[in-house]
């Protein structure tokens, strides 16, 4: 099953490719940023329909990845912080 299938993979924020209904006979993509999530279901067969930033309307047929922007406040080494408050304790 398609990641772009399930809701729990897909929030606000995460760079996804959609397919437009005008593109579904061409399957033409389209790469944006999710800012709604429109599809209830937990799962849908043709992928989650979202609405990018851009007000395009469409269904997610593969997930890119985080924005740098979404992605700016997380931390890449959890461990780096952890050896640094045993540090700090000692």
């Not at 959609?18 to 849908?44: E, F, M, N, W, Y």
């Not at 067969?45 to 997380?74: D, F, N, Y």
């Amino acid at each position: 099953m398609s990641q772009g299938t399930q809701r729990a993979n897909i929030y606000p924020g995460l760079t996804v490719d959609i397919v437009l209904k005008k593109d579904q006979p061409s399957g033409k993509l389209t790469r944006g940023v999710v800012k709604d999530l429109l599809t209830s279901k937990a799962i849908h067969p043709r992928g989650i329909k979202v609405r990018l930033e851009s007000g395009q309307v469409g269904r997610v047929q593969k997930i890119v990845g985080l924005t740098e922007e979404t992605s700016a406040g997380w931390d890449d080494d959890p461990e780096e912080d952890e050896e640094d408050d045993f540090n700090n304790f000692i």
